[in-house]
């Protein structure tokens, strides 16, 4: 058994299209045991192991398939930007999932066998998996799945280092919204037609503070999200990014809205005019698979002085013409107004059933509406707001 397991070792070390699995802490804990040279270098390297293991819910087969699954390798990128892939790489590929196979399918007593310790270690637990099929299926899914961190994650930041996942996003649901159903429907039928390959427009969403643009695109993207769809947030600080961002998303096989929050612009903006080429035409080609969707407070997402209005500039009016040009770019433009008391309290009724609240429809809405007063008048957010308030009162109540 020592003999196999040497070789063992040594078509660990020949994996070629899956090689950075290597230096997953797994893998090297796994070559270190396998290489020690006595019991007590044994015992303290299976240990090591096992421990591991068991930080990973104790299933070796289940943590090797989660990683091979989601490796973002030289292989799966080319599937996913539909490129040609040779038959030398075809045939390493079905090989090195033989050799993980293996792996997966390692079991303790296996390993155990190499010194007779004379004490009792750790065991982990196996699954069955055919890794080769459930590879297969994944490549075949990459539209819907994706690879790397984009299978695990599907919203995610921009920082200095690159693309970041966000690791606890905003569980809004579309099915818990109350109230906007036009504008939401709107949206709705312009991100399945960018998911389905069809024309779709990068959207703006204008409107009064808390009235819900930002909540209705990540609970589009916590709805389609099983169907390719992912969110990528970026500052406005970051636009001059956008282009290298785009570029670097280009070959991946899903789709991505680029989403920017509470836009706005000051005269003379450097940042404007990058943005407004960014969205030349308004609208995504179909074989594009970004789009962009904004929230401003600014219909024109200019903020202007009456003082640049009516200043000196021979040709204002073009600066003016200039200045609204940028909203039209966006071939989809949603507005979302303060709701009327009849729509805040339909919102407010719609939370106090999310929550639970004990309070009869009068009372509700006679506190809903005090509420608001004190907390800057009606709005989707403020109805929120109001029903964890009031959650938190009867909880400390009880």
């Known amino acids: 058994m020592k003999m196999d397991l040497e070789i063992f070792e040594r078509k660990l070390h020949s994996l070629t299209v899956f090689h950075t699995l290597m230096e997953q802490p797994l893998f090297k804990k796994l070559v270190q045991c396998l290489q ?55 045939a390493s590929v079905q090989r090195e999932l033989g050799i993980l196979q293996e792996v997966l399918d390692l079991k303790s007593t296996d390993l155990k066998t190499m010194f007779d310790t004379g004490i009792e270690l750790a065991d982990w637990d196996n699954e069955p998996f055919d890794l080769a099929a459930e590879y297969a299926r994944r490549i075949s899914e990459l539209s819907k799945k994706g690879y790397g961190m984009f299978a695990r994650f599907h919203m995610f930041g921009l920082d200095e280092n690159g693309l ?19 504008e939401r429907d709107l949206l709705v039928k312009n991100t399945l037609a960018f998911l389905q390959g069809m024309k779709a427009n990068n959207a703006l969403l204008y409107g009064d503070a808390g009235t819900g643009k930002s909540s209705t695109i990540k609970a589009i993207v916590n709805e389609y999200w099983k169907d390719g769809l992912r969110l990528v947030e970026v500052k406005k600080a970051q636009i001059r990014r956008l282009p290298a961002l785009i570029e670097s998303l280009g070959d991946n096989p899903l789709k991505f809205i680029i989403f920017i929050d509470d836009l706005s612009f000051t005269t003379g903006d450097d940042d404007f005019i990058a943005f407004k080429n960014i969205l030349e035409g308004g609208s995504v080609a179909p074989n594009r698979n970004v789009i962009v969707y904004a929230t401003s407070n600014r219909r024109h997402l200019v903020k202007e002085s009456f003082a640049e209005r009516d200043g000196s500039e021979i040709h204002r009016s073009d600066t003016i013409q200039e200045t609204a040009s940028l909203a039209a770019r966006f071939g989809l433009t949603i507005t979302f107004s303060k709701p009327a008391k009849d729509l805040y309290l339909d919102i407010v009724k719609s939370y106090a059933q999310q929550y639970d609240l004990e309070l009869k429809d009068e009372e509700l809405f006679v506190k809903a509406e005090a509420f608001a007063l004190r907390n800057n008048g009606r709005s989707p957010r403020t109805a929120r707001q109001f029903a964890e308030h009031q959650k938190i009162l009867e909880t400390m109540k009880d």
């Open 36 to 90: 020690s040279r006595n019991e007590s270098e044994f015992i303290e390297r299976y240990s090591a192991l096992c421990s591991y293991i068991y930080s990973l819910q104790g299933n070796l087969s289940r943590a090797v398939y989660e990683q091979v699954m989601n490796d973002e390798n030289f292989y799966v990128m080319k599937k996913g930007a539909k490129e040609p892939v040779s038959f030398c790489m075809e």
């Open 164 to 182: 970041f996942p966000i690791q606890h996003p905003d569980p809004q649901l579309l099915k818990n919204m109350t109230g906007y159903e036009r």
